[in-house]
């Protein structure tokens, strides 16, 4: 009769493993949320040349703690001579800024919001029409976004 009864307990054992390793499969399917990646950040730039102004619009990605950022602006290849340390109200080659990059602003850059840098005179090179600038952005010193564009 022991014989009889094995075979019966062997069954019952493995149906009742694999319902509670259904169960565990079955909560981490349900629980399972996919990782959303941070979008990539997008930067639309103009640039005035009559009135020597860089504008700079957050198209996509962010938000952006400027107070993490770092820029770099080419005018025809060639670096100003002074870069923008954003945050700023007043810094050597640029009058101060609107939206953003000014200190006294909210530092967090929202996607659709606009950043004005406008260029001194005493900076340069300074955009003349048709120059083409290149603006590479860093946060934390990583590369983020790189834009081009052509002054009007």
Excluded: K
């Excluded at 959303?36 to 103009?46: D, F, I, Q």
């Excluded at 504008?55 to 100003?80: A, C, F, I, K, N």
Aim: aromatic share 4%.
């Amino acid at each position: 009769m022991d014989r009889a009864l094995s075979p019966v307990v062997g069954v019952a054992l493995l149906t009742a493993c694999v319902v509670v390793l259904c169960g565990v499969v079955g909560t981490m399917v349900l629980a399972y949320e996919p990782f959303e990646s941070a979008s990539p950040v997008l930067v639309g730039a103009t640039v005035d040349a009559d009135a020597d102004e860089i504008t700079l619009t957050l198209e996509r990605g962010g938000p952006l703690d400027v107070r993490e950022l770092s820029l770099l602006v080419e005018v025809d290849g060639e670096p100003l001579a002074h870069q923008p340390p954003v945050p700023f109200v007043g810094a050597t080659g640029f009058s101060t800024p609107s939206g953003p990059f000014n200190a006294a602003a909210d530092p967090h850059w929202e996607r659709g919001e606009s950043a004005v840098l406008p260029i001194a005179g005493t900076n340069g090179p300074l955009p003349e029409p048709g120059s083409r600038l290149t603006i590479r952005l860093f946060e934390n010193e990583l590369p983020i976004a790189v834009v081009e564009t052509s002054a009007d």
